[in-house]
């Protein structure tokens, strides 16, 4: 078995026991990397010397004692999230030379913990996408199948994953962009509580909206990434202070007597009927578990969509206003006068996903339309959570489709914004309500991965893992990678 194919688990086992170095490690995956990322296309930038440096501290590290979870671990983190001295993009024009003079704190947290950085993976602009194809770079395939998504707005992040060109992977989540990756491309995906994880370092695409999480290989790895990540952080003012469990306890396997809720919202017309099978089948399997299934009314679900389209882009349209060409990113060349300069600065350095984002988020707090619009949405925000707070209060935990369908076509929806919006359908409402949800692999539609949606109370993130892990432990998908053989990917190449 090749090194870079371990999981994060495996990987610290054969650390431990002297088998393998870290930087032997980093090296296998590097060269994963050089092998087949030019098919791929995951990573925007590769980072090798950083990486082998880092691993040979590491390597220092064990030899005087430490045995941290995620030592000498190499990973891949979204270029949303700032890294001191290394070049942080957001997939965008505006930011295509900008380097941070500061780490964000989730990165430096991963550092603390030993983690090895591979490099910044592709995205969506500022985050906003499904399909990793409005990164102003590149599109990002799906390794299961090179001419399909990837999904997005983490797509480099998960298809680095799938692909076996990081161990682990750091995503954001607006509106879903860890979780339908992650169910894309056929490995777990956690978005943690809103204030579970600091957003301090994040660049903001919709400040009530977006957490950071980790994109794995298995739950137990996503449970060891996690504990990395979360805890209060002074510096994020959202962050919150509760106590961060050991997330390692919740993998008992056992979920007898779990009350698990299915919401008849999530099974919808126009859904891929092997993406409804699949999850079926998992719900199924759940409950020849022991879990004890409910099926439950989450009535305000159409209105996720168009809340989360009002809300997020509104909350962008303030974030975005700060590239103007003056303090940092890209500035027009000889402007005539000072709005010469902000109109053509965000004209050349925007896409055109994030223009009509911010068309419509300045539409929705204009005057005269903030209260049929902006505030409505709120209103709307509040019935969501209430929908779910009332799940809760007899329900552990809810299951559904990540996703309603597989990867799709590459330019299949880049040009009906409705049709790639509704590709997040089922996952928006978990940040409107600021809860924790889960992907993990629970089958195939068409040789596509499926994923299940495991959706949690606000920190109930123990109850995600413990029922991820029971489910996972008792079906061979996680098993299953994609074959990227070399003459697969010359092939591709050709």
């Known amino acids: 078995m090749e090194p870079y194919t371990f999981t994060v688990q495996s990987a610290q086992a054969a650390l431990q026991a002297g088998r393998l170095s870290s930087v032997d490690l980093t090296t296998s995956v ?14 925007l930038a590769v980072t090798p010397e950083v990486a082998l440096e880092q691993a040979a501290e590491a390597d220092k590290r064990r030899a005087e004692g430490d045995t941290s979870p995620l030592l000498g671990i190499p990973f891949a983190l979204k270029d949303i999230v700032s890294t001191a ?3 942080t993009t957001c997939g965008s024009r505006m930011l295509a030379e900008y380097v941070p003079p500061y780490d964000a704190t989730a990165y ?3 550092r603390t913990a030993g983690a090895v950085l591979l490099g910044k993976t592709n995205m969506d602009e500022f985050a906003m996408g499904s399909s990793t194809e409005n990164s102003a770079f590149f599109p990002t395939a799906n390794p299961w199948d090179l001419s399909r998504v990837p999904g997005g707005s983490s797509g480099g992040s998960a298809a680095a994953v799938a692909a076996d060109e990081a161990l682990f992977a750091i995503g954001t989540d607006t509106g879903g962009s860890i979780r339908q990756p992650a169910s894309l491309v056929g490995i777990v995906g956690l978005r943690p509580t809103y204030g579970r994880v600091s957003r301090y370092g994040l660049v903001a695409f919709g400040s009530s909206l977006d957490q950071i999480g980790p994109l794995t290989r298995t739950v137990t790895d996503a449970a060891l990434v996690l504990g990395a990540l979360a805890g209060y952080d002074a510096l994020d003012s959202t962050s919150v202070d509760v106590p961060v469990p050991d997330y390692r306890r919740a993998l008992s396997g056992d979920v007898r007597g779990l009350r698990v809720a299915v919401p008849r919202e999530y099974f919808v017309d126009g859904m891929e009927p092997g993406v409804a099978a699949a999850v079926r089948a998992a719900i199924d399997g759940l409950a020849s578990l022991g879990a004890e299934i409910g099926e439950v009314s989450l009535p305000h679900t159409e209105y996720a969509l168009p809340t989360y389209y009002l809300i997020a882009p509104a909350e962008a349209s303030a974030n975005l ?15 005539i006068d000072v709005w010469d300069l902000f109109r053509r600065t965000r004209d050349e350095g925007f896409g055109s996903e994030v223009k009509r984002r911010i068309m419509l988020g300045t539409y929705a707090l204009s005057a005269g339309y903030y209260d049929a619009y902006y505030r409505k949405a709120q209103q709307a925000r509040t019935l969501i959570k209430r929908d779910f707070d009332r799940v809760f209060a007899e329900y552990d935990v809810v ?3 990540t996703s309603p369908v597989a990867a799709f076509p590459l330019g299949a929806r880049v040009d009906d914004p409705l049709q790639m919006y509704l590709a997040d359908i089922f996952t928006l409402s978990v940040n409107l309500a600021g809860l924790c949800g889960m992907s993990v692999p629970c089958g195939f539609s068409d040789g ?4 299940l949606q495991i959706i949690g109370p606000a920190f109930g993130e123990a109850k995600l893992l413990q029922v991820g892990y029971a489910y996972e432990q008792a079906t061979p998908w996680h098993t299953m990678k994609p074959s990227l053989t070399a003459a697969e990917v010359e092939t591709a190449e050709s």
């Open 321 to 335: 206003a700060r590239y103007d060409g003056v303090r940092f990113g890209l500035s027009a060349e000889q402007p």
């Open 30 to 43: 590097l060269d994963r990397i050089y092998r087949v990322d030019n098919s791929v296309r995951a990573y």
């Open 108 to 110: 430096r947290r991963l």
């Open 448 to 451: 596509l991965p499926v994923g």
């Open 85 to 87: 001295g290394i070049t």
């Open 399 to 401: 299951v559904a489709p």
